[in-house]
């Protein structure tokens, strides 16, 4: 997050301005502080419900430098997120009460921040820093923005392509200097400060002509210094570990997606879960998965050509039995439903081997879970499919089109296919129990 000059400011901040250009907030002064008692300055309705309260100091981190804001209470009253608007960190609290203005200026509160949540950042974010500035010095690959996600976060990497070998000496380096307990020191600076340009020169690189106020800069010892905003952990030994998990390329993006901390902890318990059900799944240890896994694949590849074979056989027969009838009087429809899933060829086979051009077709095949799923075609002649078609797929709550003899559909209800019988039976009267042939 950079600091800029905004002429826009809502008044409140000029009370407070001349204060905030000689610190920084609460929670960047100390990122382990999880109490705090201060002050309000403003409470006004927010425009989306709520209200924006601005108070004289704050433990809440707000949005910015890639760190996603900090959640909390004040006053038992929760905090959902925290916005900067220049000098000012605007605090969103719900309106849960609708009696009005939870706070009044001046009034003292208490605020708490959710722990976990921020130390979570604070792992994330620091452990940021370490990832970039070694693939900065190992590689030269310079940074070009980073993403704190919910379950994972990624640098992009100014590269074509990150190989596993490069990956693996970066994360060996970043477990070491964690293993090292490498100290992390914030200092805040003026502007002018010559020391900016000096022993931290790196850390404003990129920096704003029109910056105001003071500026933090985040130093891991003898690794490399750089200007944030974020909270960070005081040694690296708070990192806990770091692990880099792949690389995405997309749209010109390298992109390293990582773990850092209690992350690494909860996907090695994700992952520990998953090994002990592949267990019992595949009747065998860790160390075996792969090759069982390989050998049921085969199986059900080998089981799958059979199926098909004998789907094949079985749609061959039923429409040769059909072309039999052609001496003693071709039916008027045919009612044919199944259910051995969308994917089976049944329907395709049987209708290419029968050959009855003068009958109506009205034919199924539901998934196998029971779900009332499935798949619809209806063939016969123009007018019969243009009348049946909607009606039948209105009734089986499907999607589909239809032109000259043929109607297909996806289809959602297939328990009301006795309705749909009703139908078809009623625009093909007869007496005749050759004329008609259900299945």
Not at 322 to 350: C, E, K
Request: proline fraction near 4%; aromatic fraction near 6%.
């Amino acid at each position: 997050m950079t600091y800029r000059k905004n002429s826009a400011l809502v008044s409140v901040q000029k009370s407070v301005q001349k204060d905030r250009a000689k610190m920084v907030f609460k929670c960047q002064e100390d990122s382990f502080l999880r109490e705090f008692r201060t002050k309000v300055v403003s409470c006004e309705n927010a425009a989306t419900g709520g209200f924006n309260v601005v108070f004289e100091d704050t433990i809440l981190f707000p949005e910015g430098g890639g760190q996603p804001t900090d959640q909390g209470t004040v006053a038992d009253r929760k905090v959902t997120s925290v916005t900067r608007k220049g000098a000012l960190a605007i605090h969103f609290i719900e309106d849960d009460s609708n009696n009005g203005p939870p706070f009044t200026a001046g009034e003292e509160v208490v605020q708490r921040v959710d722990w976990s949540r921020r130390f979570d950042h604070m792992q994330q974010h620091s452990g940021q820093h370490l990832i970039t500035a070694i693939f900065d010095r190992e590689f030269k690959y310079n940074t070009k923005s980073w993403w704190l996600g919910t379950e994972s976060s990624y640098i992009d990497l100014d590269a074509k392509d990150i190989s596993r070998e490069q990956l693996d000496r970066v994360e060996s380096i970043c477990n070491q200097l964690i293993v090292d307990c490498t100290p992390v020191e914030v200092n805040v600076y003026e502007p002018n400060d010559p020391a900016l340009k000096s022993d931290v020169t790196r850390a404003t690189r990129g920096l704003p002509e029109d910056v105001c106020g003071p500026l933090r800069v985040v130093t891991i010892a003898g690794i490399e210094s750089n200007m944030c905003c974020g909270t960070h952990v005081r040694n690296l030994s708070q990192l806990q570990s770091i692990k880099l998990l792949s690389v995405e390329k997309a749209k010109g993006k390298c992109l390293v997606h990582f773990l850092v901390g209690g992350r690494v902890l909860r996907k090695l318990s994700e992952c520990y879960d998953r090994e002990v059900q592949l267990n019992t799944l595949l009747n065998g240890g860790p160390a075996s998965h792969i090759e069982l896994a390989k050998k049921l694949q085969s199986s059900v590849r080998t089981t799958q050509r059979i199926a098909k074979k004998l789907t094949t056989e079985l749609a061959t027969a039923e429409a040769e039995k059909l072309n039999a009838l052609r001496d003693s009087g071709s039916p008027r429809y045919v009612l044919l439903h199944r259910s051995d899933g969308q994917d089976s060829d049944f329907i395709n086979t049987f209708l290419r081997v029968v050959k009855l051009p003068d009958c109506f077709f009205f034919l199924t095949n539901a998934d196998t879970d029971g779900s009332g799923r499935g798949q619809l075609v209806l063939q016969g002649s123009p007018d019969d499919v243009t009348k049946l078609g909607p009606e039948i797929c209105t009734l089986l709550e499907g999607k589909g089109n239809g032109k000259g003899t043929r109607y297909n559909a996806k289809v959602n209800k297939l328990k009301n296919l006795p309705q749909c019988e009703k139908l078809v039976r009623e625009h093909f009267p007869t007496t005749d129990d050759a004329a008609a042939v259900e299945k």
